[in-house]
T-cell receptor
Framework: DADVTQTPRNRITKTGKRIMLECSQT?????MYWYRQDPGLGLRLIYY???????NKGEISDGYSVSRQAQAKFSLSLESAIPNQTALYFC??????????????FGPGTRLLVL | AQTVTQSQPEMSVQEAETVTLSCTYD???????LFWYKQPPSRQMILVIR??????QNATENRFSVNFQKAAKSFSLKISDSQLGDTAMYFC????????????FGKGTLLTVNP
C-alpha cells in the first residue's frame, strides 16, 4: 500500500467552484507539504505544516487554504477555483529526526483542470 | 532566498552509455540538503539520490552518483549504464536544515534514453 495517498487523482471543475484535495500518510511523519507543478516551472511550494498546530504559507499561497486535521491528514482547498489553478498538485511528507533524515516523500499527485 | 538552476531543458543518451545532468544552486544556509528526484511518465516523484552539504564524500546509489562541488555550488547527477527506464524528467532540489526545511526545485531536465 502507498505510504502517501492523494484523493482525487484527477478532477475537473468549473471556475468559481470550491474544491478540496486530500492527502493522507501512513509514514508517521510530522511534516507535510503541498506543491503545485506547472509545465516548465518545476514544483512550487503552496503551504507546509511542521505539526498539527503549525501551518505556514509557501511561495504561492494566494487563492489556496489548508487544514491539518490530524498528523496524518493535510487538505488543500481552492475556495473559488480559477483556470490558472489548473496544474498537477503534490502532497509530500518528511520526518524530523536527530540524524537529519529530512527527505521528502511524495504522493502520486492530483491532476486538476479548472474550466 | 534559495534558487536552483538546471540549464539543460532536454538531454538524450544511448542505452548503456553515461550521461551527466547539471544543477547549480544558491543559498545562504550553512546547513542544507540537495536532492535529485525523477518523474517518469507516471508522474510519480521518486527520490533518486540525496547529499548532505556537510559531507564531502559524493553520494552514490547503484548507477547514480553525484558530483558535489560545494564552493562552486554545483550538484550534478551522473547516470551510468543508462537504461530505457531512466527516461524521465529529473529535478534537482535544495532544502535548508531545521526550521527552514522547504524544498526549492529547479525547472527540470527531460532525459530520453534511446535504444
Amino acid at each position: 500500500d502507498a505510504d502517501v495517498t492523494q484523493t482525487p487523482r484527477n478532477r475537473i471543475t468549473k471556475t468559481g467552484k470550491r474544491i478540496m484535495l486530500e492527502c493522507s500518510q501512513t509514514k508517521g511523519h510530522d511534516r507535510m507539504y503541498w506543491y503545485r507543478q506547472d509545465p516548465g516551472l518545476g514544483l512550487r511550494l503552496i503551504y507546509y505544516s511542521f505539526d498539527v498546530k503549525d501551518i505556514n504559507k509557501g511561495e504561492i499561497s494566494d487563492g489556496y487554504s489548508v487544514s491539518r486535521q490530524a498528523q496524518a491528514k493535510f487538505s488543500l482547498s481552492l475556495e473559488s477555483a480559477i483556470p490558472n489553478q489548473t496544474a498537477l498538485y503534490f502532497c509530500a511528507t518528511s520526518a524530523t529526526t536527530g540524524t537529519g533524515e529530512e527527505t521528502q516523500y511524495f504522493g502520486p499527485g492530483t491532476r486538476l483542470l479548472v474550466l | 532566498a534559495q534558487t536552483v538552476t538546471q540549464s539543460q531543458p532536454e538531454m538524450s543518451v544511448q542505452e548503456a552509455e553515461t550521461v551527466t545532468l547539471s544543477c547549480t544552486y544558491d543559498t545562504s544556509e550553512s546547513n542544507y540538503y540537495l536532492f535529485w528526484y525523477k518523474q517518469p511518465p507516471s508522474r510519480q516523484m521518486i527520490l533518486v539520490i540525496r547529499q548532505e552539504a556537510y559531507k564531502q564524500q559524493n553520494a552514490t546509489e547503484n548507477r547514480f552518483s553525484v558530483n558535489f562541488q560545494k564552493a562552486a555550488k554545483s550538484f550534478s547527477l551522473k547516470i551510468s549504464d543508462s537504461q530505457l527506464g531512466d527516461t524521465a524528467m529529473y529535478f534537482c532540489a535544495q532544502a535548508g536544515g531545521g526550521s527552514n526545511y522547504k524544498l526549492t526545485f529547479g525547472k527540470g531536465t527531460l532525459l530520453t534514453v534511446n535504444p
